[in-house]
C-alpha cells in the first residue's frame, strides 16, 4: 500500500489516518517498523546494544505469534550522528520502506531534523533518543511523538544542584557539544547556578566530529573550575575525562548528562573515566535477579555479547511500544495506536527503570533521575532517586 498522505497537507492527515482501512506498514501478516541510528559515526560503538535490545524484544515477539498475530519486521538505517544522513534515512523509511512507526531513533542532532517530515507524513515516532522537549517543539506537539527520554535541563538541573550542595562547588565550568544537546542541557546548568548564586567560570563548546578536546579541558584548568559540567555522548565523555587525567587535575570534579552515563564510555575510558559522576535517568549495573535472566537471554542470542544499560533501556522501550499496538487490537490503525500507548502505564518488572511510567503530554511520566560515579568499571549509585 502506498503512503498517500506524504504530500497531503498536516490538516488532512487525521482525516486520511481515520478514514485508511490498513496504515502503511501493515498488511495482514506483517508490521512493518523503522530506526535509525549511528551505525558509522562516533557514537558507533553503542549502536550494537541499543540495536539487540530492540531486535531481541521483536524477535521474542514474532516467536510468540507477533502483535494480534501480524510479525514485526523492523528496518534499520544508518544516520552516522549526521542531521542530514538521517534526513536520507527518514525519507527512505517512508517512501519506500513505507513503515508504520520508526521507532528508538538515536541522537539528538538526527532526530530534530527528522521528527516533522516524520510525523507529518502519518508516522508514529516511538522513544527518540534526544531532547525529547526540542523534539516535542519541533513536531509541533504531534500526538503521533512519544518521548522517553527525561527532559535534559530537568535531569542535568536536579544533578548539578545535588553536586553543588554536596561537594561545596564554587567555580564551575561547562562544556558541551554544539546544538540542541548542549543547548538543553545549558538551560538545566544555569538554572541550578542560578539556584545556588553562582554564574559559570568558563564555558566551551565542540562540535560532533570533534575528537580533540585539550583545549576546552584547558579553558577550564586555566578559570580554576572544581567542576567541569559536561554535555556529552560517547567518546566526547572519554576524550574530556582523559585529557583531565593527562593534566593530572586530581581535585576537579566532571559530571556528565545522561547520554554520556552509560556503559559503553566505562568500557572505552576504562581507567581515563574512573570518577566520573554521571546523570543516571535509568538503573546502571544492577545484579537484580531480573536483570540477570535477562541478560543471559541476550547473551544467548547475541554471540555471548555482554549487554549495558542501553541494551536493556532499548528492550524496555521497545517492550512497551509492542504492548500498546498489542492493546490497540487486530483492527490496527495510527489513530488506535496512539489512543492506546496514552492510556496505559508501563512497568518493567524493575528491569532499567525507576518505577512505572505512563505518558503525560506523550512524555514520559514521572522523570526520576540519581546521580552515580564510575568506580572500578561500575557505575555506582550516590544520590537518592529524585522526582
Known sequence: ????????????????????ALAAGISDKEIVLGTHMDLSGPVAAGMPHLRNGMQMRIDEANEAGG????????????????????????????RSDEVFAIVNPFGSGPNAATVKKAVDAGVLYFSPWGASSVLQQLSGNSPLLFTTTPNYHTSMHKAVDWMIKKHGAKKVGYIYQEGPLGDLMGVGVKSAMQANGLTLAAEAGYKVADIDFSSQVARMKAAGTDLI???TVTRETVGIMSEVKKLGWKEVKVLTGNPGRTGIVLQLGKESVEGLYGVGVWKAGTDAPEVKGWKDSFKKRFNNMEPDENALLSYAYTDWFIKGLTNAGRDLTTDKAVKALQSMSYDDKGLVMFGPKSFKANHIDPEHVRVDQAVAGRWVPLSEIMK
Do not use: W
Open 1 to 20: 500500500m502506498k503512503r498517500l498522505f506524504n504530500f497531503l497537507p498536516a490538516s488532512l492527515l487525521a482525516l486520511t489516518m481515520a478514514s485508511s
Open 67 to 94: 502483535i494480534n498475530g501480524r510479525k514485526i519486521r523492523i528496518v534499520v538505517e544508518d544516520n552516522g550522528s549526521q542531521p542530514q544522513l538521517a534526513v536520507r534515512a527518514v525519507d527512505k523509511l517512508i
Open 229 to 231: 559540567l559536561i554535555a
